[in-house]
């Protein structure tokens, strides 16, 4: 299981997931309030952000406290949309940058909170970045959007496909091309916040009100237009 975090308005540095808000990720790694899978989130954390149409990211296999350049890193780092996130390895998967969030493919970035069989999700793409869980399912939306499939509608056949091959999978999903967000709720917590923008987390990032949580199996859209959130049957 990990905890995940995306920011879609006007541009703020990465802190503003990771270190700045009370219970951002940085804490989420070591105490999450809300984790029903798992109690640490030490095997390694990523980010990413858009400076021009393809994003950057940075990604490591150690905690993300034990990261020396992160902090200064990720207050230098400022843009319009951030994905960040920290890591607890589903058993029996490796532990690599490449089996860490985000994944990236072209102007794409994904995040996966959760776990589904590998089996359920292999058929469904080529090739993987790593043999771990979270980059098969990545492959398999990354092959859809490839194709110039609609966002909204790639994450939905994904999900569908994945969980009947695993009727216990978790498959919570942040995934954004820098203009646009969306996230899925399926089988564990999802919160957003909209001010001045649009925060989407696995658990509220600090104590304001405001946070609402976002339905189980329910996929969540983000534009400069507004947030829509509809269930996924």
Not at 137 to 151: K, S
Request: aromatic fraction near 6%.
């Amino acid at each position: 299981m990990c905890r995940h975090a995306a920011w879609l308005g006007p541009a703020r540095p990465v802190t503003s997931l990771i270190s700045d808000p009370g219970h951002g990720l940085l804490r989420q790694s070591y105490a999450p309030r809300m984790q029903k899978y798992g109690t640490v989130n030490a095997d390694g954390f990523g980010f990413g952000w858009y400076d021009g149409p393809r994003p950057v990211r940075y990604r490591r296999t150690v905690p993300i406290w034990a990261d020396a350049n992160m902090p200064g890193l990720a207050a230098v780092a400022r843009s319009s949309c951030i994905i960040a996130a920290v890591r607890s390895a589903t058993a029996g998967m490796p532990i690599e940058e490449s089996a860490t969030a985000p994944f990236a493919d072209g102007p794409w970035l994904l995040s996966h909170n959760g776990r589904v069989r590998r089996e359920a999700v292999r058929p469904l793409a080529a090739d993987a970045e790593s043999v771990c869980d979270s980059a098969w399912l990545a492959a398999a939306v990354f092959t859809r959007l490839r194709d110039g499939l609609p966002l909204a509608g790639v994450l939905a056949d994904v999900v569908r496909a994945a969980a009947e091959g695993d009727g216990e999978a978790r498959l919570n999903l942040l995934v954004t091309g820098g203009s646009h967000l969306a996230a899925v709720a399926w089988g564990d917590t999802l919160f957003t916040h909209l001010e001045q923008g649009v925060l989407v987390a696995s658990e509220p990032l600090d104590d304001r009100p405001g946070w609402r949580a976002v339905p189980d199996r329910s996929l969540l859209l983000a534009s400069p237009d507004g947030v829509s959130v509809t269930p996924i049957d």
